[in-house]
C-alpha cells in the first residue's frame, strides 16, 4: 500500500459546486499535514496547512480523520481558476514528506 | 520578494555529460530539499539538508551529488546524465510551520 494515497481524477464539476478530495495515509505516526495546488507544468504551491480541528481558508475546508487515516479538502462554489492537481502531503518526522500523486480538477463552465 | 529561485529553467543535455542546477533561497530556512516529478507520479525526494555543511541522501539520489556551503545556495549536480534522468526539478526549503516553498522547477531532458 502506497503511504500516499489520492484519486488521480479528473474531477470534472460545472462552476459554483463544491467538490470534495480525500487522501489516505498509511501510517498512525503522522506528524502534518498540507494540500498543495500544482498547476499544469508548475511548481507546487501551498494551498493550506491541516489542523487537528479542521480548517477553513474563504471556499476550502481541510479536515483530519486520524482515527480513519485520512484527510480532505472541500472547495464550494468552484471557479475556473481552481481548476488544477491538488496535492496532499504527509510530513510524518522532522525532515521526509511523502507526496500524492495528486487529484486532478477541472471546472467546467 | 524572490522566495526559492532555481536556474536553469530548461536543458538539453547529451548522455553521458555533466550539469549543476542551481538553487537559492533568500528566507534563511534551514532546511532545503532536491525533488524529481515524472509525469503522473508523486514528487521523489533526491537529497535534503538541514543546514550548511549538512545533506543526506533521499530516495533517489544515484547518479545525483549536492552540497551546501552557504545557507543560502544547494546545487544539484547531475553526473554522467542518463535517459533516466529526464523530469523536472524542484528545489524547495521549508518554513517555520513545516511548509515547504518551491522553486519554479528546471525541466531537464537527457537525449
Known amino acids: 500500500r502506497k503511504e500516499v494515497e489520492q484519486d488521480p481524477g479528473p474531477f470534472n464539476v460545472p462552476e459554483g459546486a463544491t467538490v470534495a478530495f480525500n487522501c489516505t495515509y498509511s501510517n498512525s505516526a503522522s506528524q502534518s499535514f498540507f494540500w498543495y495546488r500544482q498547476d499544469c507544468r508548475k511548481e507546487p504551491k501551498l494551498l493550506m496547512s491541516?489542523?487537528?480541528s479542521g480548517n477553513e481558508d474563504g471556499r476550502f475546508t481541510a479536515q483530519l480523520n486520524r482515527a480513519s487515516q485520512y484527510i480532505s479538502l472541500l472547495i464550494r462554489d468552484s471557479k475556473l481558476s481552481d481548476s488544477a492537481t491538488y496535492l496532499c502531503v504527509w510530513g510524518p518526522g522532522t525532515y521526509k514528506y511523502i507526496f500524492g500523486t495528486g487529484t486532478r480538477l477541472k471546472v467546467l463552465a | 520578494n524572490a522566495g526559492v529561485t532555481q536556474t536553469p529553467k530548461f536543458r538539453i543535455l547529451k548522455i553521458g555529460q555533466s550539469m549543476t542546477l542551481q538553487c537559492t533561497q533568500d528566507m534563511n530556512h534551514n532546511y532545503m530539499y532536491w525533488y524529481r516529478q515524472d509525469p503522473g507520479m508523486g514528487l521523489k525526494l533526491i537529497y535534503y539538508?538541514?543546514?550548511?555543511?549538512?545533506?543526506d541522501k533521499g530516495e533517489v539520489p544515484n547518479g545525483y551529488n549536492v552540497s551546501r556551503s552557504t545557507t543560502e545556495d544547494f546545487p544539484l549536480r547531475l553526473e554522467l546524465a542518463a535517459p533516466s534522468q529526464t523530469s523536472v526539478y524542484f528545489c524547495a526549503s521549508r518554513g517555520l510551520a513545516g511548509e515547504l516553498f518551491f522553486g519554479e522547477g528546471s525541466r531537464l531532458t537527457v537525449l
Open positions: 491541516v489542523y487537528s
Open positions: 539538508s538541514v543546514g550548511a555543511g549538512i545533506t
